[in-house]
């Protein structure tokens, strides 16, 4: 598969919850996929499992979450170790993107759409936000 077809993954990673986006780098674009909760904190690996059967991703992006200095976030580690499982688990490269007020982004977006939403909503679109600056962070 070439560079131009790749198909990524990209997490917002919490505790509650997991939020989930797809893209392709040939079009810079991601969409909301989906979001996954977490029972007491365990990863929900089956169903990461199926998406990953489902969509064939070629890497995965997970956001970092950092405070406004930069400083590691109280779950800086936890999302860090989730990323190490993913790795491990399904052999694809894992990169972190800062997500800094990428929820915050997110809630905004979802109050100017003027639609009901539910925490997950946050979440997968807080997803697409991450993948989305991680495909424009590169030069064309």
Known sequence: MSRSQEVFFSFDFGTKR??????QIITKTANELITLN?????????????????WHPDAFIIGLPL??????????????????????RFHLPVYFMDERLSSIEAEHLLSQRGTDREKGDIDKLAAKLILESWFNSFSA
Do not use: M
Not at 18 to 23: D, K, P, S, T
């Open 38 to 54: 977490t029972n007491n904190g365990q990863i929900p690996w089956t169903q990461l499992e199926s998406l990953i059967q489902q």
């Open 67 to 88: 405070n406004k200095d930069g400083t590691p976030h109280k779950i800086t580690e936890k999302v860090q170790n989730f990323g190490k499982s993913l790795e491990s």
């Open 18 to 23: 997991i939020g989930v986006a797809v893209g």
